[in-house]
């Protein structure tokens, strides 16, 4: 079955300093994944999505993903964090071998500190 | 082109009522999915409907259950609802891009339910 993983709970990064937001997957065929932000009493927001390709992705707001196969992890980074970053993060995956659906990791809380 | 639209946004019920909580997608989109989202486990699929057919089902309980429209509009219902389903419902209108391909989801803001 497949499944994601995003192994802490919280992250906290002074402002002006590199971010990484950690996802692992398990899938059986290869995998769709996506990154989504969440703001406080707002719904989910898309930032970037690895399909094929370039295992680089460039997304919203200054963040990127790389997609490692061999690791099986698809993490979330930033040059230069902003205060305004600050929000709960949601790793996804759906394994293209099955019409299944999208599972979503239990979320990382990205702290930014002034 | 409006977003996604979900009522109420504020839900107070009792223990063993029941609930039914609204969804319109974007315009144009026929693929429906919601989540159950609490803070010790993320975010829950629960089902997902395409052409007012439920394509997946997640892990609930059989008091949850679902409908999608005609006009692609989807409802969820909770019956005798329990403490542990106050939640935050997420729906998502999805995009299809051909046979196999990947989804893109749009977020509605959530129904907050409360139990007591």
């Known amino acids: 079955a497949q499944s994601v993983a995003q192994p802490e709970d919280q992250v906290n990064v002074a402002e002006g300093n590199p971010l990484t937001v950690k996802c692992t997957y398990s899938v059986s065929g290869n995998p769709y994944l996506f990154w989504y932000v969440q703001y406080p009493n707002r719904g989910l927001q898309f930032l970037l999505k690895?399909?094929?390709?370039?295992?680089l992705v460039k997304g919203s707001y200054g963040f990127e993903a790389e997609f490692n196969k061999s690791q099986t992890s698809f993490h979330l980074k930033k040059p230069s964090a902003l205060v305004s970053d600050s929000a709960l993060y949601f790793c996804a995956v759906r394994d293209t071998n099955r019409d299944d659906k999208i599972i979503f990791g239990k979320g990382t809380r990205l702290h930014i500190l002034p | 082109k409006a977003g996604v639209t979900q009522t109420p946004r504020y839900l107070i019920k009792t223990r063993g009522q029941q609930v039914t909580l609204s969804c319109s997608p974007i315009s144009g989109h026929r693929s429906v999915s919601w989540y159950q989202q609490t803070p010790g486990q993320g975010l829950q699929f629960l089902f997902e409907y395409f052409s007012e057919t439920q394509r997946n089902k997640g892990n609930f309980p059989g008091r949850f259950s679902g409908r999608q429209f005609s006009n692609s509009r989807s409802e969820m219902n909770v019956s005798t609802l329990e403490l542990g389903d106050s939640a935050l419902y997420l729906c998502?209108?999805?995009?299809?891009?051909?046979?196999?391909?990947?989804?893109?989801?749009?977020f509605g803001p959530g129904t907050r339910l409360t139990v007591l």
């Open positions: 690895y399909i094929t390709g370039d295992n």
């Open positions: 998502a209108s999805n995009t299809w891009t051909g046979t196999g391909s990947y989804n893109e989801q749009f």
